[in-house]
């Protein structure tokens, strides 16, 4: 049989103490962090009362083997990397982001995994058209030129959560000033009275939540005014409601109240004056044609001309008249 040094069965042992204790137990990715980030991390994160231990593998499968939890012992499963637990009393949602806020970003490497879905955002770059064009084209960026450089005409995903970045595309991205990586712990899996939540369940949209519980809280608001139901926060905009409406009514029926008075004359008022125009508008007289005061011409009157089969008569001298009676009275 092999012989087990005291310090391992010590470390077993602290460990399976660790996870008996705290209901809340983290799985973290420790590769390719640097010392020096990983002390500030632990100090930051005792300050919370949260714990942070690494050991071999083998040694944390012997402390989960000792532990009566339900289910804990899957955790094992979600070991990637440099595995280490963390231990916290806080949900497992609240781990995550605290963690997350530790997070800084980093240039991405050939064979790296990405944390997360990469994107080329669309706008101008500081590249001259050249082999970079047919470089970007290889990954779905489409480029265009504009003022002598290129420039990316709309956004592209190169990556997906979980995929593999080659050497080619970590190139592209550095030259593009897009560092995807993030240096921090990687939470890869919680547990907590006998589930395990894994990162993508973890994480949380908080600005998103946010905007839902205040789209709710809204709607929620709307139909409790509408539907008269009162609560502390609609009480008061049901009286303010109330409180318009009486008002309109009475103004508009007349009623004379210490606070409508005023605006009840201001409207008779202004019914008085619209009606005494609209009087003044039918006194007018209308239909009657406006009188000339430009003389019209005066025709002359024509004399009747001889129709052609009338001959006009010839008038008689006096000398002719004189003679005439005396031949009839002669």
């Given at each position: ?6 310090s ?38 005792r ?18 083997s000792?532990?009566?939890?339900e ?87 190169v ?57 709710a ?43 409508t ?50 001959q ?19």
């Amino acid at each position: 049989m092999a012989h087990v040094s005291e310090s391992k069965k010590k470390t077993v042992e602290e460990f399976a103490k660790l996870i008996d204790e705290y209901p809340v137990i983290g799985v973290v990715n420790m590769l390719n962090l640097p010392a020096r980030t990983v002390q500030k991390m632990r100090e930051k994160l005792r300050e919370k009362g949260t714990v942070l231990r690494m050991t071999k593998k083998r040694l944390l499968k012997i402390a989960f083997s000792k532990v009566k939890k339900e289910n804990v012992g899957d955790l094992q499963s979600h070991f990637k990397g440099l595995p280490a637990l963390i231990f916290t009393k806080d949900n497992p949602f609240t781990l995550y982001a605290e963690l997350e806020k530790t997070k800084s970003n980093a240039p991405a490497k050939g064979g790296s995994e990405a944390p997360k879905d990469i994107t080329v955002k669309a706008g101008p770059t500081s590249f001259a058209p050249g082999p970079i064009i047919g470089q970007l084209a290889q990954f779905g960026i489409k480029t265009g030129v504009e003022n002598g450089k290129l420039a990316i005409k709309a956004d592209a995903i190169v990556a997906k959560r979980g995929d593999i970045i080659s050497a080619e595309l970590a190139g592209i991205l550095t030259r593009l000033g897009i560092e995807p990586m993030e240096i921090g712990l990687d939470l890869t899996a919680a547990y907590e009275n006998g589930s395990i939540f894994t990162s993508d369940l973890l994480y949380i949209d908080e600005v998103e939540y946010m905007n839902k519980f205040m789209t709710a809280y809204n709607e929620s608001l709307n139909l409790a005014v509408s539907s008269g139901y009162p609560t502390t926060e609609s009480l008061q905009i049901m009286i303010s409601k109330v409180v318009t409406q009486s008002r309109s009514l009475s103004i508009e029926s007349g009623f004379i109240t210490d606070d409508t008075a005023k605006d009840i004359v201001m409207k008779a008022h202004v019914q008085m004056t619209s009606l005494s125009n609209n009087l003044s508008e039918d006194a007018k007289p209308k239909g009657i044609a406006p009188i000339q005061t430009t003389p019209t011409p005066v025709e002359t009157e024509k004399k009747d001309e001889p129709k052609p089969d009338q001959q006009p008569k010839e008038e008689k001298k006096p000398e002719e008249a004189a003679a005439g009676l005396g031949a009839l009275f002669g």
